[in-house]
């Protein structure tokens, strides 16, 4: 089977990646990209295509899918990070002298 073939995926599986990648698109990431990050998506929740039948396939893990909004990088600036950092060093030394 060639690279980028979809014909072992199930009818779910490709409902699923077209509805990911028009997240994605929605969110403003090139077509192309959209379309590579959904099926990566898709192969990361059911391990890759599943042959259709009752029965005949694994159940998929939403991991990805609670990973969301919490993946990559923080929400705080920069400056805020900074300044918590500054905090909690000057409550952890006062609390060390008294």
Do not use: L
Not at 4 to 30: C, L, P, W
């Amino acid at each position: 089977m060639p690279r980028g073939e979809k014909s072992s995926y199930t009818d779910k599986q490709k409902r699923k990646a077209a509805h990911i990648e028009e997240g994605y698109e929605k969110r403003g990431v090139a077509k192309k990209e959209a379309e590579s990050r959904a099926w990566a998506t898709v192969n990361n929740e059911s391990g890759g295509g599943n042959r259709s039948g009752s029965g005949r396939s694994k159940a998929d893990s939403h991991e990805s899918a609670r990973k969301g909004g919490r993946k990559g990088g923080s929400s705080q600036s920069q400056a805020d990070r900074s300044a918590a950092a500054r905090k909690g060093w000057e409550t952890r030394r006062r609390r060390a002298q008294g």
